[in-house]
Nanobody, 123 residues
Framework: QVQLVESGGGLVQAGGSLRLSCAASGSIFTINDMGWYRRAPGKQRELVASIISGGSTNYADSVKGRFTISSDNAKNTVYLQMNSLKPEDTAVYYC?????????????????WGKGTLVTVSS
């Protein structure tokens, strides 16, 4: 019923930039919040950044000042601008969204995940 499709991953040199996009589609009534997580090799998945419908944002300490999350509510799309990339940013990045589907049965919604996009930062 709901799909999240990420794009924008790839290979970049340290110090470079990438922009990830994630578009949600399907039976969407409203999106409460969206975010980006990542899983690096041998590590657990971690929150990178999130944005709620009112526009407030939250970042992991490791990316503050380098990454910026934004959204286009009309397009049900969230972006992650990643600057000054470091080799330790190498990971599979996953889009997450808390979505209330149509017809709405509650105001809590459910978590949906994209399939992930690989970001590789070379030194």
């Amino acid at each position: 019923q709901v799909q999240l499709v990420e794009s924008g991953g790839g290979l970049v040199q340290a110090g470079g930039s990438l922009r990830l996009s994630c578009a949600a589609s399907g039976s969407i009534f409203t999106i409460n919040d969206m975010g980006w997580y990542r899983r690096a090799p041998g590590k657990q998945r971690e929150l990178v950044a999130s944005i709620i419908s009112g526009g407030s944002t939250n970042y992991a300490d490791s990316v503050k000042g380098r990454f910026t999350i934004s959204s286009d509510n009309a397009k049900n799309t969230v972006y992650l601008q990643m600057n000054s990339l470091k080799p330790e940013d190498t990971a599979v990045y996953y889009c997450n969204a808390r979505i209330i589907t149509t017809p709405p049965v509650n105001l809590v919604g459910m978590d949906y995940w994209g399939k992930g996009t690989l970001v590789t930062v070379s030194s």
